[in-house]
Nanobody
Framework: QVQLVESGGGLVQAGGSLRLSCAAS????????MGWFRQAPGKEREFAAAIRWSGASTFYADSVKGRFTISRDNAKNTVYLQMNSLKPEDTAVYYCAYGSGYGFGYEQRTWDGYDYWGQGTQVTVSS
């Protein structure tokens, strides 16, 4: 079983930046797609970003494209989400997800593409 621990969340002014980290333990992230999802209070969890097991491909939600960048460092067993030009509507709990299977398509933009989840880290963007 893999454990995922997110960090780097906090309070930031609109237009600012944060870098989230997801440290995995128990199993390697190598060979697995990894993703970031987010959930605001009273709303459903939504896809934000994903990176293919090889690191060669990425997916982004339209709402974050051009502002967020997902990356991975397999040697450190860590996935990152760089968030720039933050908006109040980015306020949410951000969750790291460990992928199932080896494909990289529509499923990796849904809950069903992932086997394990972190506990989340809060991001709050003030207006």
């Amino acid at each position: 079983q893999v454990q995922l621990v997110e960090s780097g969340g906090g309070l930031v002014q609109a237009g600012g930046s944060l870098r989230l980290s997801c440290a995995a333990s128990g199993r390697t992230i190598s060979g697995h797609n990894m993703g970031w999802f987010r959930q605001a209070p009273g709303k459903e969890r939504e896809f934000a970003a994903a990176i293919r097991w090889s690191g060669a491909s990425t997916f982004y939600a339209d709402s974050v494209k051009g502002r967020f960048t997902i990356s991975r460092d397999n040697a450190k067993n860590t996935v990152y989400l760089q968030m720039n030009s933050l908006k109040p509507e980015d306020t949410a709990v951000y969750y790291c997800a460990y992928g199932s299977g080896y494909g990289f398509g529509y499923e990796q933009r849904t809950w069903d593409g992932y086997d394990y989840w972190g506990q989340g880290t809060q991001v709050t963007v003030s207006s």
